[in-house]
T-cell receptor, first 115, second 111 residues
Framework: DAGVIQSPRHEVTEMGQEVTLRCKPISGHDYLFWYRQTMMRGLELLIYFNNNVPIDDSGMPEDRFSAKMPNASFSNLKIQPSEPRDSAVYFCASSFGPREGREQFFGPGTRLTVL | GEDVEQSLFLSVREGDSSVINCTYTDSSSTYLYWYKQEPGAGLQLLTYIFSNMDMKQDQRLTVLLNKKDKHLSLRIADTQTGDSAIYFC???????????FGIGTKLQVIP
């Protein structure tokens, strides 16, 4: 398996534009997570899905952020409109299994810069 | 809620031992984790320890768990330049799969 795939790897956009980040989890994994990493706040969980259903979106900063998982092999995170404070590295991760303690496998991340 | 605290930075000389410390809040956690993030990459599970253990050793890595003080440490023996990375302590947080990560400790290994 190729691991968790994220695209694009880098995104530079201007304030006010819509941004779409994409993720393909590892085949067979039933949990998918979106994280944001910044120097100031570290790694923050934004939302996670189980079997394509959002379970907890309490980490989503505000209504400008939305995430969907239309099928088991794809998820996207949208920011509309984007703001400079959204600049961060966004990670997607996936895991398998109902029990606590399952390893999360991270993608390489998307570095977002909003000018 | 769950909170995981770590120091931000550690610098060691190549060949020395590194010790990265972490405190956590949820005494009911059954697992505690260490993840490693190399430059430009995502996090990768390095090791984990069951809460009914005090110590786990895996080659150059030693994990110590003090449940009374809610303190977790990661010792890397004979630290190499390839160990330079950010190390995250993590604990499960409310839900089978959700995990709370610390802010990460950046380990710098000086040749």
């Amino acid at each position: 398996d190729a691991g968790v795939i994220q695209s694009p790897r880098h995104e530079v956009t201007e304030m006010g534009q819509e941004v779409t980040l994409r993720c393909k989890p590892i085949s067979g994994h039933d949990y998918l997570f979106w994280y944001r990493q910044t120097m100031m706040r570290g790694l923050e969980l934004l939302i996670y899905f189980n079997n394509n259903v959002p379970i907890d979106d309490s980490g989503m900063p505000e209504d400008r952020f939305s995430a969907k998982m239309p099928n088991a092999s794809f998820s996207n995170l949208k920011i509309q409109p984007s703001e400079p404070r959204d600049s961060a590295v966004y990670f997607c991760a996936s895991s398998f299994g109902p029990r606590e303690g399952r390893e999360q496998f991270f993608g390489p991340g998307t570095r977002l810069t909003v000018l | 809620g769950e909170d995981v605290e770590q120091s931000l930075f550690l610098s060691v000389r190549e060949g020395d031992s590194s010790v990265i410390n972490c405190t956590y809040t949820d005494s009911s956690s059954t697992y505690l984790y260490w993840y490693k993030q190399e430059p430009g990459a995502g996090l990768q599970l390095l090791t984990y320890i069951f809460s009914n253990m005090d110590m786990k050793q895996d080659q150059r890595l030693t994990v110590l768990l003090n449940k009374k003080d809610k303190h977790l440490s990661l010792r890397i023996a004979d630290t190499q330049t390839g160990d330079s990375a950010i190390y995250f302590c993590a604990e499960p947080s409310g839900g089978y799969q959700k995990v709370t990560f610390g802010i990460g400790t950046k380990l710098q290994v000086i040749p």
